[in-house]
């Protein structure tokens, strides 16, 4: 099945410093990747939806200046926390669909766990 | 605005037992459903996907069916085990993915 590679698994960093999150599509091109955040016990939060090629889609309740996404290419779409604080502190996780209609599947990445000290 | 809902919120089983996870949703008009599981602290694990035409799915001991004129879903898992302790989301696919609350299942040995 496709693979969806996300990268780093955990990190931590201190306050007021930046972290950049990577989602890879192995072997197929995503047209379009998702950005969602999860809360301990809580449902996983759409945060952001990107295209290849265009600007990023946020929810309402996202801020788009702390949380920048780039899809610069179909198989790789970066979420980059800015500032980050010790209220960002999540599970992160990508997702890519491919090419075609929204009948495509999903595929997820292993998910980004953040701590922010 | 769609809604996902998933009763029961938790549910805890022996070993063995038959179960049936369920799932709602407010607007029909979906392209598809997918059902995950969701291990702690991992990323999701896609079970089955349903196309909005379709009325079920089947892999292995999972059966997952929908009724789009009800807004419903089941994943009817069968003879379960410890390992299936885990997760399970519902998702369904209209202009985005929206999700469901979960239900959290324990398989007892």
């Known amino acids: 099945g496709a693979v969806v590679s996300q990268h780093p698994s955990w990190v931590i960093c201190k306050s007021g410093t930046s972290v950049k999150i990577e989602c890879r599509s192995l072997d197929f091109q995503a047209t379009t990747m998702f950005w969602y955040r999860q809360f301990p016990k809580q449902s996983l939060m759409l945060m952001a939806t990107s295209n290849e090629g265009s600007k990023a889609t946020y929810e309402q309740g996202v801020e788009k200046d702390k949380f920048l996404i780039n899809h610069a290419s179909l198989t790789l779409s970066t979420l980059t926390v800015t500032s980050a604080h010790p209220e960002d502190s999540s599970f992160y996780i990508c997702?890519?669909?491919?090419?075609?209609?929204?009948?495509?599947?999903?595929?997820f990445g292993s998910g980004t766990q953040l701590s922010v000290l | 605005k769609q809604e996902v809902t998933q009763i029961p919120a938790a549910l805890s089983v022996p070993e063995g037992e038959n179960l049936v996870l369920n799932c709602s949703f407010t607007d029909s008009a979906i392209y598809n459903l997918q059902w995950f599981r969701q291990d702690p602290g991992k990323g999701l694990t896609s079970l089955l996907l349903?196309?909005?035409?379709?009325r079920e799915q089947t892999s292995g001991r999972l059966n997952a069916s929908l009724d789009k004129s009800s807004g419903r879903s089941t994943l009817y898992i069968a003879a379960s085990q410890p390992g299936d302790s885990a997760t399970y989301l519902c998702a369904v696919s209209g202009n985005q993915f929206y999700f469901g609350t979960g239900t959290s299942l324990t398989v007892i040995p």
């Open positions: 349903i196309q909005s035409s379709q």
């Open positions: 997702s890519a669909q491919g090419q075609g209609s929204t009948n495509e599947k999903l595929f």
